[in-house]
């Protein structure tokens, strides 16, 4: 167990690290000092060669992460807040280029900077009480950590646009519907499923796991011309790894691959 001031990272298995966001009395509100823990946190993960999945949660039964903590950001000043805004997205960048998936568990509100938190991870399981959402324009503001940028990528514009003008909530169930969220579960059923697809994927070939979030990642953003051209090339550099010489031997020796 690492302990930092806002943030619990533990081994919740051989291969998996669970990160969970600590201030349960704020809602796991986002401040500075708890920025800085996360940013730790992943050092911590990234150092790791052994790591294969990392879980997100945060602390307690009603809350995910209520957003950017709003008594820190009240004082800003223009050029503070837009620090405070690259700050996190450069944190939240770092969830998409971590060589290993994340999936956030979403045990409730997920609310602004919670909600950029959660589409910041490789993709999302909630909990039956989850509550998505981007009320920032109900503060006065737009969203400032990737928010505006995100959602649109995983809803489609149209809906998005509707959560972001209107500031309106998704329940677990149409968060799922709209594809925010790939499966609902019971709250206590929670970290118990996201421990299960861990070790899933946990059971399979490392380096091509990382390939495969990465060209997911990177392509998404080019044509798909060179977003192919990539594929063909991570796809030939696996036939340089000890574990495409396991996995295929292991098929064909009717036998599970030891990666
Ligand atoms: C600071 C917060 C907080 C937040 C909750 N709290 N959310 N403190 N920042 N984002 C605190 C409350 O002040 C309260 O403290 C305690 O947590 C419990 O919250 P309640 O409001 O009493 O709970 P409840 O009535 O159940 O309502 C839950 C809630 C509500 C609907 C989630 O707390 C809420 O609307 N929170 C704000 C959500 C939000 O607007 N998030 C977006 C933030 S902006 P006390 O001391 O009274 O017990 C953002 C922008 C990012 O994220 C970009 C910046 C660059």
């Known amino acids: 167990m690492h302990s930092f001031e806002n943030i619990l990272l533990e081994k919740a298995a051989a291969n998996v690290y669970c990160l969970t966001v600590n201030r349960p009395k704020v809602l796991n509100a986002l401040n500075q000092a708890t920025l800085q823990d996360l940013a730790a946190a992943l050092d911590v993960v990234a150092s790791d060669q052994d790591a294969r999945v990392l879980l997100v949660t945060g602390s307690g039964e009603k809350s995910f992460v209520a957003g950017a903590d709003i008594s820190q950001m009240q004082g800003l000043t223009p050029l503070q807040a837009k620090r405070f805004g690259e700050q996190a997205l450069a944190i939240f960048r770092r969830f998409e280029t971590l060589d290993i998936p994340v999936i956030a568990l979403v045990n409730g509100f997920a609310l602004g900077g919670g909600c950029e938190l959660a589409m910041s991870c490789d993709f999302i399981f ?107 090339d991570l796809f030939g550099l696996c036939f340089a790894t000890e574990e495409q010489s396991e996995g295929m031997q292991a098929f064909l020796e009717k036998r599970k691959a030891n990666f």
């Not at 649109?152 to 500031?167: D, F, Q, T």
């Not at 206590?188 to 796991?209: S, W």
């Not at 495969?212 to 990642?217: D, M, N, R, W």
């Open 126 to 232: 909630a909990a039956d009480n989850a509550k998505f959402g981007q009320p920032e324009v109900s503060l006065g503001v737009t969203p400032g950590f990737g928010g505006t940028q995100r959602l649109p990528r995983l809803v489609g514009r149209a809906m998005a646009m509707e959560m972001l003008v209107s500031g309106r909530m998704l329940d677990a169930n149409e968060a799922l519907q709209r594809g925010l969220v790939n499966h609902v579960y019971p709250q206590a059923e929670l970290m118990e499923q996201g421990l299960k697809m861990a070790a899933k994927i946990a059971k399979n070939g490392p380096t091509a796991v990382k390939f495969s979030k990465e060209l997911v990642q990177r392509g998404q953003d080019l044509d798909l011309e060179n977003a192919c051209a990539m594929e063909s």
